[in-house]
């Protein structure tokens, strides 16, 4: 499986991001995909998820400024960050979940005035 994530940037607080991650390889048994975050040093924790189906879930607050979403027939994950906040700076990257394959090089998201 291959995971292409783009779309980071540096932003000023307050600010909105789309992140796209296009998937490629062996993804005909992959039926959910997750949006993780993490800091140096830290693991990577989970954002958001969403099934093929488009039910997706959120962790703890994300839900409030954070959207994600599919488009099956382009095989992209996209993840929405509005009203964006410093604590929002992270390397983000996207896998399938809740089984993750090999960690592409994610995108960095960096919120500051």
């Known amino acids: 499986v291959q995971l292409q994530a783009s779309g980071g940037g540096l932003v000023t607080p307050g600010g909105s991001l789309r992140l796209t991650c296009v998937v490629s390889?062996?993804?005909?048994?992959?039926?959910?995909w997750g949006w993780y975050r993490q800091v140096p040093g830290k693991e990577r924790e989970l954002v958001a998820r969403i099934h093929r189906s488009g039910n997706a879930v959120y962790e703890g607050s994300a839900e409030d400024r954070y959207t994600i979403s599919i488009d099956n027939a382009k095989n992209t994950i996209y993840l929405q960050i509005a009203r964006l906040i410093p604590d929002d700076t992270d390397k983000y990257y996207c896998?399938?979940?809740?089984?993750?394959?090999?960690w592409g090089e994610g995108t960095l998201v960096t919120v500051s005035s």
């Open positions: 896998n399938s979940w809740p089984i993750a394959r090999d």
């Open positions: 390889g062996e993804i005909a048994s992959i039926y959910s």
